[in-house]
């Protein structure tokens, strides 16, 4: 259990933060930047479901993943080590993307099938997803770097790389199940 009795700490007021396994690191470390990616997407996925435009069980979907994402955050926060803890870690674990992959099968099956490109927008619901989608995007590649340098649970990527997936499937399924998709035209208006 978490108890947050106290907000502010003072503790990084000189630029660093401790990770969760209490190692102390600059606020500028890769590891903070990946998880402070996740925040972000996170965060974005909260004004998604705020928006008040998504089914029921859209926005429970988007519950279980907000839950995902601090397991995300969690596993990125303490480094992976060969040394034996008090504790066991959380991470995440195959069933966390299965559960993506059978979300991402379902919706597909019900959208209409592309025959562009989609411009990221149409409903409010649909655009605030698309926008989840490019964080959740810019959140692998901050986890990408990190793991370019320091070894991670490999399992994180691929959790990311499926959400934003799932991402672009429901923001079409939030678009009248893609009827309301915006087409890209190659060349835009152009004459």
């Not at 601090?70 to 995440?92: H, M, T």
């Not at 990221?120 to 926008?131: E, K, M, N, R």
């Not at 959400?163 to 208006?189: C, Q």
Request: hydrophobic share 40%.
């Amino acid at each position: 259990m978490v108890y947050l009795n106290k907000i502010y700490t003072k503790t990084g007021d000189s630029g660093e933060t401790a990770l969760g396994d209490g190692t102390r690191v600059s606020k500028t470390h890769p590891r903070i930047g990946a998880y402070g990616g996740v925040d972000e997407l996170n965060a974005s996925l909260g004004l998604a479901l705020a928006c008040g435009q998504l089914s029921a069980e859209m926005k429970q979907t988007l519950t279980t993943i907000q839950n995902d994402l601090f397991d995300v955050g969690a596993d990125l926060c303490i480094p992976e080590s060969d040394e034996p803890k008090d504790y066991e870690p959380l991470r995440v674990t195959q069933p966390q993307i299965d559960q993506l992959e059978a979300w991402i099968d379902l919706h597909t099956a019900e959208l209409t099938p592309l025959e562009s490109f989609i411009l990221p927008g149409g409903s409010i619901g649909a655009a605030h997803l698309h926008v989840s989608r490019t964080i959740c995007r810019r959140a692998e590649i901050g986890v990408q770097l990190l793991a370019e340098t320091e070894r991670i649970n490999s399992l994180i990527l691929v959790y990311l790389n499926r959400l934003s997936d799932l991402l672009f499937v429901v923001a079409r399924t939030a678009n009248d199940g893609g009827n309301a998709d915006i087409l890209w035209k190659p060349g835009g208006e152009r004459e």
